[in-house]
């Protein structure tokens, strides 16, 4: 079993749709990062969480270290939110990033 | 700012050949990383650098070598390609290893090993 787990592995959402995708992880970390890669492949750092709650424009990223889970929504959701969107923990032990698979979410116009 | 900056952006090897990726930063970050990216994985890490002159092994470190001899830079070496090698690579950069204040990702070599 990975060590972090992302849901759904895939989502179609209309434009204006209000967008969650989840992520589970195993292990104790010291901190969550949720990343965006659009196709071309460029990679963008989007939040890093140790608790609580962030906020940027239409996204926002909760996370709860007891119940080890953290989700990623999108507002009013937009074609150009299009992308996969990436969850990675850093573990406390070794202080490594470990990345779920990604979700590939695309949004209709 | 040219923030991470990765060359070449796609390469072409034969098996057995041997190369060398490209990373550069400008932030002046003391932690630099290359991870690999394969179809339905999550991205692992090869080798990283907590600074010049320190490197150490990530998750899958088998037929790469890297150095870092500069704050700059930290090549990745690929020995003698093998097909297993194709994939897409990234390489990343953080101001403090674990990363307080997150990631910079360059923008990937895609390579492909014939």
């Known amino acids: 079993k990975n060590e972090v787990e992302q849901s759904p592995q895939n989502l179609t959402a209309q434009e204006g749709e209000f967008i969650t995708i989840n992520c589970s992880y195993s292990?104790?970390?010291?901190?969550l990062h949720w990343l965006q890669q659009h196709p071309g492949g460029g990679i963008v750092s989007l939040f890093m969480l140790s608790s609580g709650k962030k906020k940027h424009g239409r996204l926002i990223a909760t996370i709860n270290i007891q119940e080890k889970h953290s989700s990623l929504h999108i507002t009013a959701s937009h074609p150009r939110d299009s992308a996969v969107y990436i969850c990675?923990?850093?573990?406390?032990?070794?202080?490594?990033?470990?990345f779920g698979a990604g979700t590939i979410l695309r949004v209709k116009s | 700012n040219a923030g991470v900056t990765q060359t070449p952006k796609f390469q072409v090897l034969k098996t057995g050949q041997s190369m060398t990726l490209q990373c550069a930063q400008d932030?002046?970050?003391?932690?630099m990383s290359w991870y690999r990216q394969d179809p339905g994985m999550g991205l692992r890490l090869i080798h990283y650098s907590v600074g010049a002159g320190i490197t150490d092994q990530g998750e899958v470190p088998n037929g790469y070598n890297v150095s870092r001899s500069t704050t700059e830079d930290f090549p990745l070496r690929l020995l003698s390609a093998a097909p297993s090698q194709t994939s897409v690579y990234f390489c990343?950069?953080?101001?403090?290893?674990?990363?307080?204040?997150?990631?910079?990702f360059g923008s990937g070599t895609r390579l492909t090993v014939v």
């Open positions: 292990v104790g970390i010291s901190a």
């Open positions: 990343a950069s953080s101001y403090t290893h674990p990363g307080v204040y997150g990631y910079t």
């Open positions: 932030m002046n970050h003391e932690y």
């Open positions: 990675a923990v850093r573990v406390l032990r070794g202080n490594k990033l470990v």
